[in-house]
């Protein structure tokens, strides 16, 4: 299985592209595309995209993994983040690649043991698992690292079903406001 993984952002987005094979996982390519601060964000988008459908020509990945929304405290950073991940995602769907979200948590949770785990301690565990010394940016190996928790997971769901790597909803607790009243 060949995943892309991708790091959206609208001044940087990181790419990475993972191939399993037998149990193996190779690392194909990383980088991050830096369309320029200086222009205006509809450009942006459209080099970020442009670039997205060449490197998904190169690869021609099976799926494509992105970073899930997560709160911002910032509205504005949140809605380009926003914008960012629609143009990845209008990549894959004009490439006809099924899409798949994980939240950062979960990510970091499927490559360390640790949903909060630091970024040095999944760049570190990504170089012991790949044998990648470093990467070109941050958005580079936190992509690598998205495409890699898709490939671990679809190995888990496929030898034990999808209720392993979904957590458990938790049951509601029944109070007295719940009982009904006599009158």
């Keep these: 299985m060949k995943v892309i993984g991708i ?3 609208s001044r940087v987005c990181g790419y990475g592209v993972l191939e399993s094979r037998n149990g193996d996982v190779e690392h194909l ?3 991050s595309i830096a369309p320029g601060q200086g222009l205006p964000l509809y450009q942006r988008l459209k080099i970020i995209y442009e670039s997205l459908i060449k490197v998904i020509g190169e690869h021609s990945p099976e799926a494509m993994s992105v970073e899930d929304i997560f709160f911002a405290k910032n509205a504005k950073s949140a809605i380009k983040l926003g914008e960012a991940r629609g143009v990845a995602l209008l990549a894959a769907s004009n490439s006809g690649i ?3 979200e994980y939240p950062p948590t979960k990510i970091k949770l499927a490559l360390t043991g640790s949903g909060r785990a630091s970024k040095s301690d999944v760049q ?3 170089s012991i698992i790949l044998g990648v010394s470093g990467f070109e940016t941050e958005d580079a190996s936190d992509a690598v690292a998205i495409a890699l928790c898709h490939i671990n997971l679809s190995r888990i769901e496929s030898r034990l079903g999808k ?3 979904e957590p458990r909803k938790r049951r509601r607790r029944f109070t007295l406001n719940d009982l009904p009243s006599k009158g």
Excluded: C
Aim: aromatic share 14%.
């Design 7 to 9: 790091d959206p952002g």
């Design 29 to 31: 390519a990383s980088g």
């Design 98 to 100: 099924p899409v798949f």
């Design 124 to 126: 570190r565990m990504l």
């Design 163 to 165: 209720e392993f790597t």
